[in-house]
């Protein structure tokens, strides 16, 4: 049997009398798409967090590759190859496309203290660069100021930037936020193009997408994990469909 | 988007009107004119490496003047141990003062580098508001330090012999110096111009816009923000040493806060995160006080509200007047 | 020990004077993320119309009241008109522009004043010392201050905990966006606060006024270590002014008058005065180090 990718163990997290993250033990395998759903305040946000390093837990461990990242920092984190992409755009707004996902090329290129040669013009930034820009098809975009693209546009930018750190596993928080059916539809398909290349911990509220691509679902309620599986299992969960979908549990089920 | 030319043409201008200026300003009898151009160069200096963390790194930092002030007190301090004939230290080995640029001004960034990499430790652990607090009450600390340091004249400050000794120099002259401090600063801008553009030069500039974004893909921003921080505090050092020979003294009013407020205008006046907006901003302030102090002793009274106008209705500052109009602002 | 009980005493009144400047300071960091350089100036002009009153009249309390609503109506109509605009821009914008009122304001002062300094006589009736132990005198007038400072904190105290006020102004220090949401006029809100700020900076520069000299310029040095108060009790809580306050007030005047003595221990006298002074100057920069380096957002951290 493999070893995750990433073991939360018993994590928890308080804030005064509010328990955002209770004890959760959570897994994902190496190339897997797992889906993380949970009503609003059930602690996504705050697990994210401290998934990528910006919140410590008051207890818990997380394991990434086979090492405790629990008390690493978040560009440490990045580096072992655990990216993240932001709920909301999180861009270089002055900077185009390119020098976009350049500057996440150059974070795992060594150290920045060189200071003579233009990195704009440094092939073995731009050549990586260029190439994550044509695979999420914004080659034609590279040159534009990040602040004059498209919502839908900055959307896949912004999962460009994260690719472009080489992460064995990509933290999706709502990649979809914001987007129209169409946007939706194109980004589903460039994220199961991924698939089985790097694996992904999608936090989502898009049920069509997250059916779509996820190999497993974890449901999270009040910090906890309600229930993990396939998702078929989980559609067939009753235990889920009581506590997720609430009083509209059969037009809800319906919809799933 | 491209205009290398007009660009390049400019330049030439600007460089051979630099040139020529003791020779031209000697020709009109006003040859003092020498002494004002090489006071705003210095500032143009210092306002230059200000412009490094606040303009491109986006940290306010409104504690500059400790670093130059540190830099003059270095040249200052050597300088008056030299004449004075008195080593600085005998134990745990001796130390003397010394009159030679060449030792006095690297020590003079050293010292100054030193001690914004300090301040930068503590400074760059907080942002915003608190940074600036912060900084402004370390340079205030360094300010009380100097005015306490009675063997140097506390707070009256130390007059120096003479200018620092350059091998092959006569650093007296007020044209021969002029020079120096022109290479100096034409050598600042350039090494500037690069660096902002560097590997190092675009993660600052990352982080000024989206720390973190920055740190989130992986960039250990701080050791870069206080990389860049130390490098100014080293190059404000090296114009505190200059501005020390040109006016052959040194006092804690180097080191005052409206200084370090005074840097901060002169780089929003030209244009904050332009390469050679801090020097134009320089030039303007430093005139305008030699315009307006002229007419009135209250000069202030006008300049200050002129600040909050330029705040409230000119944001882009004189580069954004003479570069173009509506431009996306990209560095 | 007499000594360390008057230099206590001392450090408190100093205390309560920086209480005064920063609990304004603090609020309109807060709330408005506003960095207000200016505050000094009020404390300034305070000062300035205090005395000027004071010796028209030859009353003292006159001074205090006109005082306060002049440096309140002068920072009401500067928020009113320019400073209000700022509150959603860069921090550096708003360190300029008023950075440039403080040279205004030095300057006009300068005019109408002129450059010498001015003085504020004590009032009569606070001349003199009280005996606080029994063989132990102390300045009548510095109690007062205390005691005045400690009854501001106070009503402070009432002001915010128990008033509608006070209900928003804390509900604005821990969150802005819900201060909006609760539909108050929050420009209201915020040139109130402006001018309850300037009123206690312009007290603090009253009191202030008889025992140091009344000049230009007088508000800086105090805004600067207010700065450090803010920033050591953690911008926006009013508590945490308090107590730092306090602390500053005593560390920076304990400093001073016990370091050379303490390091004498240690060096030769010269050395240990020479060192001793320049330590002092240096104590409560060291101590807000010392702080930052163990609590990056001060002491009472007011958000998140």
Known sequence: ?256 | MDNGLPRLILAAILAAALLALPALVEAAGRGYWTGIATHVLIFALAAGSLNLILGFGGMVSFGHAAFLGTGAYVVGILSHHASMGIPIATWPFAIAGTESALIAWPLAMLAAGALAFVIGLISLRTGGLYFIMITLAFAQMVYFFFVSLEPYGGDDGLSMWSRSRLPGLDLGSDTQFYYVVLALVALAYFLKSRVIHSRFGVVLRGSRDNDRRMRAIGHPTRRYRLAAFTLAGAVAGLAGALIANQTEFVSPAFLHWTRSGEMLVMVILGGIGTVLGPALGATAFLLLEEVFSGWTEHWMIVLGPLLLAVVLFAKRGLWGLVSRPGEVPRD | MLLILEQTLNGLQLGVMLFLMAAGLTLICGIMSFINLAHGSLYMVGAYVAATVAQATGSFLLGVCAALPAAGLVAMALEWSALGRLYDRDHLDQVLATFGLILFFNELVKIVWGAQPIFLDTPAWLSGSVEIVPGVPYSTYRLAIIVVGLAVALGLYLLIARTRVGMLIRAGASNRRMVSALGVDIKRLYTLIFGLGAMLAALAGVMAGPIYAVQVGMGENILILAFVVIVVGGIGSVRGALVAALLVGLVDTLGRAFLPTLLQLAFDPATANGVGASLASMTIYIFMAAILAWRPQGLFPAHG
Request: glycine share 8%.
């Open chain 1, 1 to 256: 049997m493999t070893e995750p990718l990433l073991r939360v163990t018993g994590l928890r997290k308080a804030f005064g009398a509010v328990v955002a993250t209770d004890g959760l033990h959570l897994d994902v395998m190496p190339g897997e798409v797992h889906a993380l759903i949970g009503p609003n305040g059930a602690g996504k946000t705050t697990l994210v967090a401290q998934l990528a390093g910006e919140i410590a837990p008051d207890d818990g461990r997380i394991d990434f590759a086979g090492a405790d990242i629990t008390r690493l920092s978040m560009h440490a984190r990045t580096r072992r190859g655990l990216a993240r992409s932001f709920q909301i755009t999180s861009l270089f707004p002055r900077f185009t496309a390119l020098e976009n996902v350049a500057l996440a090329v150059q974070a795992r290129a060594g150290h920045a203290f060189r200071f003579w040669r233009p990195a704009w013009r440094d092939p073995t930034l731009l050549e990586p660069a260029h190439a994550v820009l044509a695979r999420l098809g914004l080659d034609l975009h590279a040159d534009r100021p990040a602040s004059t693209l498209s919502h839908g546009e900055q959307r896949q930018l912004e999962i460009a930037v994260a690719l472009a750190t080489q992460p064995r596993l990509l933290l999706l928080d709502e990649p979809m936020a914001g987007l129209g059916p169409e946007d939706s539809a194109w980004m589903v398909e460039l994220l199961g193009e991924l698939r089985g290349e790097v694996a992904m911990l999608l936090i989502e509220h898009d049920m069509d997408a997250v059916f779509t691509l996820a190999d497993r679902i974890t449901v999270l309620v009040y910090g906890r994990a309600l229930a993990s599986g396939t998702p078929d299992a989980i559609r067939a969960d009753p235990e889920v469909r009581r506590a997720y979908l609430g009083d509209g549990a059969e037009a809800g089920a319906e919809a799933v």
